[in-house]
Every structure is written in structure tokens, then in C-alpha cells.
């Protein structure tokens, strides 16, 4: 039988035309398996916003039995889904909380390298000389393996697919805005600002307060042309350490051991509701 939440759906939801309402606000893709968040009536794809129900929770020190919808921050306690069917389904938000993610020792190599001083490596990965030389138009193929490792690694946490394909986007739509502007192309300065302003919107709200380093982080991959093995290779190598692969012996001094607590980088750094 449907409940309140279903009754209230079918009164506010009808079909719409094909228009940008059609696209997930989350992937920015068309719905697939179309869902609504059960307060605000806001709709996603079911797994876009069970997944990112699922990063939001998983960061809290107890599961909370609500979730704050991505755009209007109205609670909500439920995703309700399967809308084209004869009967609606509901899943709350508190079910099946996820489990911990065991970091490897690539994970926490790059998690270290965080809080290490920034610029040590502009000498051998020039950013500003990448904006400047149009390397951008260089298509990088490792860089999703390397998004996805960087993103787990922050936010320690395995199933972190939306967050990358998000990210991953903007990325691309950038670096894609800029290669069709090579006839009257900006000054090299402005492109970089427009990038890293674009990238730090799209990925404040799941990384905080290590944003602005992460997106110098992609700035330095993508500056240096490397895939990831040569790139941690180099990294590596500068900082002094050994090698994050899983065959190797690290000291315990040298990388952040498995016994240790790292914090958890919570969802939002300041108020939910957007004040500092």
C-alpha cells in the first residue's frame, strides 16, 4: 500500500517535457531509474542519491535518520523510487549503514600528502607553465584512476563513483570550454583561476577543507603528463619516503600507520546550511 510520502508524490509529481529538468542534479546525466527525496519532492537518480545519502551518513559519528537534500537542504528521511511502477518503494536513509573502509598504503601515502608544505614539486611540475603551454589540450587518461584513489583516500571512504563522475566532469567540460576557445584564448592566469574556481565549487562539499589542495593536486597530475605509477614515483622520491606498493616496507615514521586514527574529513566544514 502506498504510505503518506507515496500519496503526497503521486499529488505533486506529473510528467514533464524534455528539458535541462530532466537531468540528475547530481551526475548531470539523464534520470536513470528515476527517484525523490520524500520531503522536498526533488528528484535524482536512485543510486546518485543513495550513494550520495550514503558519503553524507557515513560521516557522522552515529547513523542520523535523516539526510539534508543537496539543493534546498530540506531534511528528508526517505528516497522514494520505482515511480513508473504499479507500487512505489521507499528506502530510509538509516538502512544498511555502510561499513569502514580499510585504507592501503597507497591510500595513506597520499592522504600524507597532505600535510606536507605545498610547492616542493613546482620546480619539476611547472602548473603555471601548463596553462601557458595549452597542455591542457592533452587528453589524460589516467586521471579518473587517479581522481578516484585521491577521493578515497580524503574522504575514506570505497564507493565513491558519484563523487568522481561529478568531478571528473567539470574537469572535463573545463579543459573542454577552454580547447574550443584556442582562437581568442584568455591569458594563461585567467584560465588557471577558472579552473581552479570551477573545480573547488564542484568539490567543496565533499572534500571541505583540503579543497584548495586537492585541486592543486590535480593541477600538479595533470601538469606533469605522468601516469600514476611514474607520478607517485616522483612525488615519492622528493619526499624522501618508499613506495606506497603493497610489497614494500615502509617505517612506521615514515607513513601514517594502520593503528592510528585519522579524522574523518566531514562533509561540510562549516554550517550545513552554508554559514561559516
Same mark, same amino acid.
Given at each position: 500500500?502506498?504510505?503518506?510520502?507515496?500519496?503526497?508524490?503521486?499529488?505533486?509529481?506529473?510528467?514533464?517535457?524534455?528539458? $535541462?529538468?530532466?537531468?540528475?542534479?547530481?551526475?548531470?546525466?539523464?534520470?536513470?531509474?528515476?527517484?525523490?527525496?520524500?520531503?522536498?519532492?526533488?528528484?535524482?537518480?536512485?543510486?546518485?542519491?543513495?550513494?550520495?545519502?550514503?558519503?553524507?551518513?557515513?560521516?557522522?559519528?552515529?547513523?542520523?535518520?535523516?539526510?539534508?537534500?543537496?539543493?534546498?537542504?530540506?531534511?528528508?528521511?526517505?528516497?522514494?523510487?520505482?515511480?513508473?511502477?504499479?507500487?512505489?518503494?521507499?528506502?530510509?536513509?538509516?538502512?544498511?549503514?555502510?561499513?569502514?573502509?580499510?585504507?592501503?598504503?597507497?591510500?595513506?601515502?597520499?592522504?600524507?600528502?597532505?600535510?606536507?608544505?605545498?610547492?616542493?614539486?613546482?620546480?619539476?611540475?611547472?602548473?603555471?607553465?601548463?596553462?601557458?603551454?595549452?597542455?591542457?589540450?592533452?587528453?589524460?587518461?589516467?586521471?579518473?584512476?587517479?581522481?578516484?584513489?585521491?577521493?578515497?583516500?580524503?574522504?575514506?571512504?570505497?564507493?565513491?563513483?558519484?563523487?568522481?563522475?561529478?568531478?571528473?566532469?567539470?574537469?572535463?567540460?573545463?579543459?573542454?570550454?577552454?580547447?574550443?576557445?584556442?582562437?581568442?584564448?584568455?591569458?594563461?592566469?585567467?584560465?588557471?583561476?577558472?579552473?581552479?574556481?570551477?573545480?573547488?565549487?564542484?568539490?567543496?562539499?565533499?572534500?571541505?577543507?583540503?579543497?584548495?589542495?586537492?585541486?592543486?593536486?590535480?593541477?600538479?597530475?595533470?601538469?606533469?603528463?605522468?601516469?600514476?605509477?611514474?607520478?607517485?614515483?616522483?612525488?615519492?622520491?622528493?619526499?624522501?619516503?618508499?613506495?606506497?606498493?603493497?610489497?614494500?616496507?615502509?617505517?612506521? $615514521?615514515?607513513?601514517?600507520?594502520?593503528?592510528?586514527?585519522?579524522?574523518?574529513?566531514?562533509?561540510?566544514?562549516?554550517?550545513?546550511?552554508?554559514?561559516?
Amino acid at each position: 500500500m502506498e504510505d503518506d510520502a507515496a500519496i503526497e508524490l503521486n499529488n505533486h509529481v506529473s510528467p514533464e517535457p524534455e528539458d $535541462s529538468s530532466c537531468c540528475c542534479p547530481i551526475c548531470l546525466g539523464p534520470f536513470c531509474q528515476l527517484s525523490y527525496l520524500d520531503k522536498c519532492l526533488h528528484k535524482f537518480c536512485f543510486n546518485c542519491i543513495l550513494r550520495w545519502t550514503k558519503v553524507v551518513t557515513g560521516k557522522q559519528h552515529s547513523p542520523p535518520s535523516f539526510v539534508k537534500c543537496p539543493l534546498c537542504k530540506t531534511e528528508n528521511f526517505s528516497i522514494v523510487y520505482e515511480v513508473d511502477g504499479g507500487c512505489l518503494q521507499r528506502h530510509y536513509v538509516n538502512k544498511d549503514f555502510g561499513h569502514s573502509f580499510i585504507l592501503s598504503r597507497a591510500h595513506r601515502y597520499r592522504l600524507q600528502c597532505y600535510y606536507t608544505e605545498q610547492g616542493f614539486l613546482d620546480d619539476i611540475f611547472n602548473i603555471p607553465q601548463y596553462w601557458k603551454s595549452c597542455k591542457y589540450c592533452q587528453p589524460n587518461c589516467w586521471l579518473e584512476s587517479w581522481l578516484r584513489r585521491e577521493i578515497q583516500a580524503l574522504t575514506q571512504e570505497e564507493d565513491v563513483d558519484i563523487i568522481v563522475h561529478h568531478i571528473l566532469g567539470v574537469v572535463k567540460a573545463v579543459l573542454w570550454t577552454m580547447r574550443q576557445q584556442k582562437s581568442h584564448m584568455n591569458a594563461p592566469e585567467k584560465k588557471h583561476e577558472e579552473f581552479k574556481m570551477s573545480v573547488v565549487e564542484a568539490a567543496r562539499r565533499f572534500l571541505g577543507a583540503r579543497t584548495d589542495r586537492f585541486v592543486y593536486e590535480i593541477q600538479l597530475f595533470l601538469a606533469s603528463g605522468f601516469n600514476i605509477e611514474a607520478y607517485d614515483a616522483v612525488y615519492i622520491q622528493r619526499l624522501g619516503w618508499s613506495s606506497p606498493g603493497v610489497n614494500t616496507e615502509v617505517p612506521q $615514521s615514515e607513513l601514517i600507520d594502520r593503528s592510528t586514527v585519522i579524522p574523518y574529513l566531514y562533509i561540510f566544514d562549516c554550517d550545513p546550511d552554508g554559514t561559516e
